[in-house]
């Protein structure tokens, strides 16, 4: 005859190894899911990082952030008389968020910083100082205490501080990017810039 608690501790140490043999390929499983992940992250990040390279390197780029120097150059000086609901008013706040978009994705960590700096280094932050003056007066116009471009600001303010702690702007070279002013008055900002 068989004896039961024999076959009962067989069935009892086979559904231990079992359990273990379960967990180990659970933990072998969540690993391979994670590396899956993982490089699936980075490659959603690497295709969005070419996309916004694709875009601020179209020949419409260089135009449009011309149009926009140009209409808050001209607008300011005339205390932005004629220029609400014109086109250059919605072509120039169209291409601030442009950059909005990319403060957003570096925030959110879908485009790393680090890539974002090296790709429009200095433009960012000069395009920031430019567009400064129409942001206080969307601001004023509009009655609104917060920034509508803050993620532009959070990026031209990181920008700065990486390329001035990376030795990338040398203030004792007169045509360097650091030779021009580049603080930003916190009035109307709304944001603290970090």
Known sequence: MVDFSTVISYLSALSSVAVVLGAIFIVFQLRQNARLIKTANFDTKAEMSFSVLEKITEESFARRRKNMHDAIKKYSQINWD????????????????????????????IIDLTIAVHSLRYLIVFDWDRFQPLVKHIMDRFKVPINPYENFEWLANQTRKFLQESGKLHADNPNSAASVSLNIPREHSGTSGD
């Open 82 to 109: 004629g220029f609400d609901d014109s086109l250059e008013d919605f072509e120039a706040r169209n291409f601030g968020y442009i950059y909005e978009l990319i403060g957003e994705l570096v925030k959110e960590g």
